[in-house]
Nanobody, 117 residues
Framework: VQLQASGGGLVQAGGSLRLSCTAF????????RAWYRQAPGKQRELVAQ??????KYADSVKGRFTIDRDITKNMIFLRMNNLKPEDTAVYYC?????????????WGEGTQVTVSS
C-alpha cells in the first residue's frame, strides 16, 4: 500500500497548481489528512492539514494555499495560488502525524513543484 501525490510541475511565480493525493491499491488504507513539503537542503515541513478542529496552514502559505478532500474517494488536494520561488519543493501527502512503518516515518511518492522567478 502506497501514497502517491501528483499534479506538480514547473510554473512561473504568481502561477497556480493543484496537487492531488491518493492511496493505492486500497484507497482507504491511509487516513490522508495533510500536505508536507521538503525543499533542497531543508527539513520536511507541514504545509496544510485537515484537523478535527478545522483546516490549518503554515504561516508561509496562508491565504495562498487551500487544502481540500473528497471523502468518498479518500483523496486530498492542495490548491496553490500566487506561487513563489520559495515554494519550490517536493510535496508529499500523509496522515497527521505521518504514518510510521517499522519505526520509520513512511513517505510515499511526492510530486515536484518548481516555481521560477
Amino acid at each position: 500500500v502506497q501514497l502517491q501525490a501528483s499534479g506538480g510541475g514547473l510554473v512561473q511565480a504568481g502561477g497556480s497548481l493543484r496537487l492531488s493525493c491518493t492511496a493505492f491499491p486500497n484507497i482507504f488504507s491511509f487516513n490522508i489528512r495533510a500536505w508536507y513539503r521538503q525543499a533542497p537542503g531543508k527539513q520536511r515541513e507541514l504545509v496544510a492539514q485537515i484537523g478535527n478542529d478545522g483546516y490549518k496552514y503554515a504561516d508561509s502559505v496562508k491565504g495562498r494555499f487551500t487544502i481540500d478532500r473528497d471523502i468518498t474517494k479518500n483523496m486530498i488536494f492542495l490548491r496553490m495560488n500566487n506561487l513563489k520561488p520559495e515554494d519550490t519543493a517536493v510535496y508529499y501527502c500523509n496522515e497527521d502525524p505521518p504514518r510510521v512503518r517499522s519505526g520509520i516515518a513512511y513517505w510515499g511518492e511526492g510530486t515536484q513543484v518548481t516555481v521560477s522567478s
